[in-house]
């Protein structure tokens, strides 16, 4: 018969790394927004010069 801690430590455990995955994403996002951000600066400055 299978321990129902080890059980429930599978899925506690897989579920942590589900989370990390999605924060993981979210600070790709933010990355690529603040890249995007610092480029379209950058192109305005040069334009008004």
Do not use: D, G, M
């Given at each position: 018969m299978e321990d129902p801690f080890f059980a429930l430590l599978c899925l506690?455990?897989?579920r942590s790394s589900s989370n990390s995955l999605e924060k993981e994403k979210e600070k790709e996002k933010e990355k690529e927004k603040e890249k995007t951000k610092e480029e379209t600066e950058f192109i305005?400055?040069?334009?008004?010069k």
């Open positions: 506690l455990s897989a305005t400055i040069h334009r008004n």
